[in-house]
């Protein structure tokens, strides 16, 4: 006798398939989910294309080679309204004398969101404080003691004879034992951009100040690290051609006001190059001289009376 079927029993088979369904559709949902998030956590992970820079790329350009010891070039990047309100709080406290105040504005300003303005009133800033008895980073006071004099203080600290005198509102070289003379202690180094025609004066690894500079026609200057040995006031021209001295005050003297001499111990064939002057200011900013880096009258007698001999010149493309 054939078994009776009861109602129940075929909606039982039918809820356990469609139950089985179901849990197969959940399970390759979860499967597509977990595809999903491994993939895009890959594409997150891939490098930018060469070439384009992430959403949030640095201001400091990675373009040039590395050099131990010393931050990448910095570059100028479009100013936004907050950076141009934190600038003119920066000129307000230079105006009103708080030069320490508005020191800190300008070096966060070019640490994280650089434009020309804020790099020139860092660099105007600086000069102004490390040329004043104002302490900042960098300034210790000595006590003179018997037997010193200008050039060994200065040359105790890695500093210059101008600098101290500047910093102390002197006059004459006259010193006595007992008194109190501050100083820079810091370590001043000089980066130049041929590409950019700049030259930066930094303070360890930060900025300091900037100057626009020519750099020689047709990428003549060498792109090699040098130091500078010698420096010399109102300097004479070896003209090239036939070897003649052209004295200071010369109208065919090149070399401005100032030359200081740079060699470089990897490249001693590399020879006849400096850092100097120059009487023709519209040759500034471009790639202008016979390889030599110029600058300024005013910006090369500042910068000479700052960096002593021995100072590291890094010049990039």
């Known amino acids: ?23 197969i559709i959940i399970l390759i949902q979860l499967g597509l989910v977990a595809a999903y998030l491994i993939w895009s956590k890959g594409k997150k992970d891939e490098p930018a294309a060469p070439g384009l820079p992430e959403p949030s790329a640095p201001t400091l350009s990675t373009m040039e080679p590395e050099i131990p010891g010393l931050a990448p070039p910095i570059v100028a990047v479009e100013s936004t309204p907050e950076v141009v309100s ?27 969101s650089p434009n020309d303005e804020a ?11 490390l040329k004043s008895s104002i302490p900042m980073p960098g300034k210790e006071r000595y006590s003179i003691q018997p037997g010193d004099y200008l050039q060994k203080i200065a040359k105790k600290y890695n500093t210059t004879v101008a600098l101290i005198k500047a910093m102390n509102g002197m006059q ?29 004066l930094l303070a360890g690894d930060k900025l300091f100040k900037r100057y626009s ?4 026609q047709f990428g003549k200057t060498p792109a090699v690290e040098f130091e500078i040995v010698d420096k010399i006031v109102e300097p004479t021209w070896t003209r090239f051609t036939d070897g003649a ?18 060699v470089s111990e990897a490249h001693p064939e590399i020879t006849g190059f400096g850092i100097h002057g120059t009487w023709e200011p519209n040759s500034i900013g471009k790639q202008s001289s016979a390889g030599c ?25």
């Open 1 to 23: 006798m054939a078994k009776p079927i009861y109602a129940g029993s075929y909606n039982n088979r039918s809820g356990g398939r469609w139950k089985t369904v179901f849990i």
């Open 86 to 112: 934190a600038i003119s709080d920066a000129r307000a406290a230079m105006d009103a004398g708080q030069l320490l105040e508005a020191k800190k504005q300008l070096d966060t300003i070019v640490a994280t």
């Open 119 to 129: 790099i020139q009133l860092l660099g105007d800033v600086n000069i102004r404080l």
């Open 172 to 200: 004459t070289d006259t010193i006595r034992a007992g008194a109190a003379l501050m100083v820079y202690n810091g370590n001043f180094n000089i980066r130049v951009s041929k590409s950019r025609n700049t030259l930066d």
């Open 213 to 216: 500079v020519g750099t020689g």
């Open 245 to 262: 001295k052209i004295e200071y005050g010369d109208p065919e003297n090149v070399l401005g006001t100032r030359w200081m001499k740079i």
């Open 293 to 317: 880096v110029r600058m300024l009258n005013k910006d090369v007698e500042e910068l000479f009376d700052i960096v002593p001999r021995k100072t590291v010149v890094i010049i990039s493309e």
